[in-house]
């Protein structure tokens, strides 16, 4: 069996590969996989994490052990992995100096993985860009859209820009649908319309009670707004076309005009 496994199946210098050395392989893949199996239905079977920061913690989790089994696996073929990075270095440097976004990218996995300032699940807006986080790498993160389409984006664009992080902490959040009405409309009358079917509605939050505000005063129109509060944020807008369909019919229903711009032109006539 000592024979067996010393056998010698590739040459390379001074570097040699046996058969020894491919059953410790395996036998360390085996045990790298089991270890994150094992870690991985214990981190999800938390009770007090939420899904982002359980999917946060297992991503580091793999890559350190994925560092530490490629280390162990250059050792143990006799390649140094501390000689082959000083052996490097200068390869690096030059490589670093050309790959330097590429780098920032991975930087930024980092930090979201570690930071949890955008987690898996999220709705996020950045560059005017609003979708939910489906997977977060070390180099990149896929989103879906509002449009069902699916975008890679490098992480230094969600660490290094202006982003919107609609759910942090928080499924709840406010939006508002606007209208504005005849000048000839009661007021409170109007108010009341808009806050009932907002309320109404069943994806806006029983929590938070909705409310109305009127704006401004515009050229054609009083201007009011709605406020409410809904955990569906990803496809409020389905949520507010319901609402301004529910405010249309019971504005014709109560006899409340929406106005359209108006202009009196007056001519004067060369006698």
């Not at 010393?6 to 390379?12: D, G, I, R, S, V």
């Not at 020894?20 to 893949?29: A, C, I, S």
């Not at 509060?229 to 229903?253: L, P």
Request: hydrophobic share 50%; proline share 2%; charged share 20%.
């Amino acid at each position: 069996m000592e024979e067996f496994l010393n056998y010698t199946l590739f040459q390379f210098g001074n570097y040699r590969i046996s058969v020894y050395h491919l059953v410790f392989l395996g036998m360390l893949l085996a045990a790298t996989w089991l270890v994150l199996f094992v870690v991985k239905k214990a981190v999800y079977r938390s009770g007090r994490l939420d899904a982002g920061r359980k999917y946060a913690i297992f991503q580091i989790i793999r890559y350190f052990l994925l560092v530490v089994m490629i280390t162990v696996g250059l050792e143990s073929v006799g390649v140094s992995f501390t000689v082959l990075i000083a052996g490097s270095a200068a390869l690096l440097v030059g490589i670093g100096l050309g790959l330097q976004n590429l780098f920032n990218d991975f930087v930024s996995g980092i930090i979201l993985l570690i930071d949890g300032s955008v987690e898996v699940n999220d709705v996020v807006e950045v560059e005017g860009l609003v979708a939910r986080v489906l997977t977060i790498n070390l180099r990149t993160s896929v989103v879906r859209t509002r449009d069902d389409k699916y975008i890679i984006l490098p992480n230094s664009i969600l660490t290094g820009g202006k982003l919107i992080n609609w759910t942090h902490h928080s499924e709840l959040s406010r939006f508002d649908v606007s209208l504005g009405v005849s000048y000839g409309s009661d007021v409170e009358k109007v108010m009341s319309i808009m806050k009932t079917v907002a309320r109404e509605h069943p994806m806006v939050s029983a929590d938070r009670e909705p409310f109305v505000r009127l704006t401004q005063f515009s050229d054609s129109s009083i201007d009011f707004e709605v406020l409410f509060w809904t955990e569906d944020v990803f496809r409020v807008e389905n949520t507010k076309s319901d609402i301004r369909i529910g405010i249309w019919r019971a504005f014709r229903e109560q006899g409340v005009e929406i106005p359209f711009p108006q202009r009196v032109v007056h001519l004067n006539q060369a006698k």
